[in-house]
């Protein structure tokens, strides 16, 4: 299921999405909040520069929201419907969820951003050299 080649892999673990050879940022722990942001210019495999142009990671704060939104409602239904919570319990865990995952949620939705714009290539070795 996770290996190498597949978007998911990439998302999942924040590796290049070109290559999937390294990492795209300079600590791989999101709950290193000091780093949290900091990633490479470019992949030192590959060559693939991850900001493809000046604010480019904007679009991932949709990504953010909407992965925001699906943790949410996994929490939702978890505490109110599978562990029978009142209503107001049921949203404290919301908010408690979202606040505990936040910098897993920031980081994946910048790897989700990235994965749309750039795609896995088997290849990339005899390529390597040009510009991407």
């Not at 996770?2 to 600590?27: A, D, V």
């Not at 030192?44 to 953010?64: D, L, N, Q, W």
Request: glycine residues 4%.
């Amino acid at each position: 299921m996770l290996k190498k080649g597949s978007k998911l892999y990439s998302i999942l673990t924040g590796s290049c999405p070109k290559c999937h050879e390294e990492s795209m940022y300079l600590n791989k722990n999101p709950y290193n909040l000091m780093e949290i942001y900091k990633m490479h210019e470019k992949c030192s495999h590959c060559e693939t520069r991850y900001k493809i142009e000046p604010s480019f990671f904007y679009g991932a704060m949709y990504v953010s929201y909407a992965v925001g939104i699906a943790f949410a409602v996994a929490a939702f239904v978890i505490s109110y419907i599978f562990c029978s919570s009142t209503l107001k319990t049921a949203f404290i865990v919301i908010i408690i969820t979202q606040i505990l995952l936040m910098p897993f949620t920031m980081r994946v939705s910048r790897n989700i951003w990235a994965n749309i714009f750039i795609h896995f290539d088997k290849n990339w070795k005899n390529k390597k050299g040009t510009k991407n």
